[in-house]
Each structure stands twice: as C-alpha cells, then as structure tokens.
C-alpha cells in the first residue's frame, strides 16, 4: 500500500504485499496506472483513488459472498 500518511492498519500484517497487488491490478482495471509513478499516488485525483477503493470493495465483497454461497473465486 502507499508510505504517506497512512493511519489504517491491516489487521492481517501478512496480506500487506497482497493488498499492494490487488490495488495495482484494481488501478489497472479503472485505468490510472499509467498516471503512477514509482508508487507516487499524489498526482491521482480523489476521484481516480476513490474509484480504485471502491473497486477493491466491490471484488472483496463479491469473493465473499461466492464464499458464502459455498462457491471458489476465480
């Protein structure tokens, strides 16, 4: 995940290289990896990160619920 001023912490230390993946391959989907450079998101706009965020949620929530419903995830 990012180094700024991050004051989230996950709650499973060992998924931190994970969750870095899974952003990129999110920012990947919405389009903005072009605009990141060397792991800087400073000149993303909140729109763009929030888009990234969002997809994020949207794929964990959707994992779950195949869980759930007793299905694998692709």
């Known amino acids: 995940m990012g180094t700024g ?8 230390v060992e998924a931190q290289q ?3 993946n899974f952003k990129y391959e999110m920012a990947n ?3 903005v990896t ?8 400073g000149n993303i ?3 763009d990160c929030g888009a990234v965020g969002g997809h994020m949620v949207k794929r ?3 994992a779950y619920q195949q ?3 007793g299905k694998t995830t692709t």
Request: proline fraction near 0%.
């Open 29 to 31: 989907e919405v389009g």
């Open 60 to 62: 964990m929530i959707e």
């Open 34 to 41: 072009n605009a990141i450079q060397g792991g800087y998101w």
């Open 5 to 12: 001023q991050k004051r989230n912490k996950l709650m499973v």
């Open 67 to 69: 869980s759930v419903a």
């Open 45 to 47: 706009s909140s729109r």
């Open 18 to 20: 994970a969750m870095y």
